[in-house]
């Protein structure tokens, strides 16, 4: 996949037309500093805004190949555009979450939203709660999201993370998190 080329092609579009959305996998990780190889873009989009994404991403050669109430996942038959995952916000936890993007700069010259730490953290929770076989590799990036707000002097918003472990019923593993960053 080539990541500059989707950028320019479609990342763009979705600034242009005002989507709501931030970038949550592997790539938003890498903008944070913590590298992790990726094949992929995964996106967190706003429902409501699910209608102009398929038309961009339709335009620019994907194929939608799955889509269900949470979750649409879109292929290029081109290999420099790759696969593109997009969450379904549609509740009101994941909708805040959106409110909560940071800009990042990437590639010298596209501004990307990116969901904070604690948010990426949050979806990482539930998708140990969905898949165990997961967990090792996504609490390890938990680690290291934690690490990056230390690094970069930010409060950690421990309550925020209460509410997202307690929601998945892991509060054991936040109380082991928070013993090793509080």
Partial sequence: MDFQLVFEKVMSSFEKEELHYGLIGGFALGIMGILRATMDLDILLL?????????????????????????SQYI????LFGSIDILHASKTISKEMLSRVERFR???????PVLSPEDIIGLKVQAIA?????????????RLLLEYQLQRKRLIDWKLLD?????????????????DFS
């Fill in 76 to 79: 290029s038959g081109l290999k």
């Fill in 47 to 71: 429902v409501e805004d699910l209608d102009k994404a398929d038309k961009i991403l339709t335009g620019c050669m994907y194929s939608c190949v799955h889509r269900s109430p949470h979750l």
């Fill in 163 to 179: 509410e997202y472990f307690l929601l998945f019923d892991k509060q054991t593993l936040l109380a082991s998190l928070k013993k």
């Fill in 130 to 142: 969905n898949d165990t076989q997961r967990e090792a590799a996504d609490i390890y990036d938990m």
């Fill in 106 to 112: 990437v590639f010298n010259k596209y501004m990307i």
